[in-house]
């Protein structure tokens, strides 16, 4: 298996403050519990979200014909721990493509969720799950 992308993120503030990419972006962060919180500011539960919501997309756009649109939105819930301890993400990814059946999406959902590198590095989490929907346009 050969490498084909690297890159590094970084954060030195926790949940407060500043996470940068290395030669890149830099995100202003915030804890989502911290009521003072600078609403500007992102969290690892949008990230998270946008990081899945991306992946899953650009690969299911592989199953489909180039004329169809497909569309994917992923709910990140943050939970306190089933084991009392620390807090836990819920994930759920909902994919949608554009004139066809949800059989269809279904088949498309389960390609791209078996490919997709963020899904299988989620996969098998008691707490994610991905579903379809009727595409909304």
Same mark, same amino acid.
């Not at 030195?12 to 519990?33: C, E, K, Q």
């Not at 756009?61 to 819930?77: D, G, H, K, M, W």
């Not at 554009?98 to 590198?117: F, I, K, W, Y």
């Given at each position: 298996?050969?490498?084909?992308?690297?890159?590094?993120?970084?954060?030195?503030?926790?949940?407060?403050?500043?996470?940068?990419?290395?030669?890149?972006?830099?995100?202003?962060?915030?804890?989502?519990?911290?009521?003072?919180?600078?609403?500007?500011?992102?969290? +690892? $539960? %949008?990230?998270? #979200?946008?990081?899945?919501?991306?992946? =899953?997309?650009?690969? @299911?756009?592989? *199953?489909?014909? +180039? $004329? %169809?649109?497909? #569309?994917?939105?992923?709910?990140?819930? =943050?939970?306190?721990? @089933?084991?009392? *301890?620390?807090?836990?993400?819920?994930?759920? #990814?909902?994919?949608?493509?554009?004139?066809?059946?949800?059989?269809?999406?279904?088949?498309?959902?389960?390609?791209?969720?078996?490919?997709?590198?963020?899904?299988?590095?989620?996969?098998?989490?008691?707490?994610?799950?991905?579903?379809?929907?009727?595409?909304?346009?």
């Amino acid at each position: 298996m050969s490498m084909r992308y690297r890159t590094e993120a970084s954060n030195s503030d926790g949940g407060t403050g500043v996470s940068s990419v290395t030669g890149g972006m830099n995100v202003a962060v915030a804890s989502p519990l911290n009521p003072d919180r600078d609403p500007a500011a992102s969290n +690892p $539960e %949008q990230l998270l #979200a946008l990081a899945w919501a991306t992946c =899953l997309n650009a690969t @299911a756009r592989v *199953f489909v014909t +180039p $004329e %169809q649109r497909t #569309a994917v939105r992923v709910e990140v819930e =943050l939970h306190d721990a @089933a084991d009392g *301890f620390g807090y836990e993400f819920h994930v759920d #990814a909902y994919l949608s493509v554009e004139g066809v059946s949800l059989d269809e999406t279904e088949r498309v959902l389960a390609q791209a969720h078996a490919r997709c590198p963020v899904s299988k590095l989620l996969g098998g989490s008691a707490t994610v799950a991905v579903h379809t929907e009727t595409f909304a346009g």
